[in-house]
């Protein structure tokens, strides 16, 4: 085999070997998007349940802070007059 018939299948091998290494990484990086995709999917989903309680935890605050601030703002009214 002549020097150059050699350095031609060595191309082409090295050709074969960047071609299924860039497979390789491509199907890799596939993969863990995938994942990452997945595990951002279930943090979202547990943020949005954490909230969902917190809001519901919070409903009978909230009406009991409202109705402490509307008593709060009512004109007391004038004690009766005592006849003597």
């Given at each position: ?17 960047i ?16 994942e ?6 279930i943090y979202?989903?547990?943020a ?18 409202s ?18």
């Open positions: 085999m002549s020097l150059r018939s050699e350095r031609s299948s060595l191309a082409r091998k090295l050709d074969e070997v071609q299924l290494n860039s497979d390789f990484a491509k199907l890799t990086f596939d993969e863990f998007t995938a990452v995709t997945k595990i951002g999917s979202a989903d547990v949005n349940q954490t909230l969902r309680v917190a809001k519901e935890s919070a409903k009978p605050l909230a009406e009991a802070a109705a402490a601030k509307a008593a709060s703002q009512r004109k007391p009214e004038p004690a009766p007059e005592s006849s003597n």
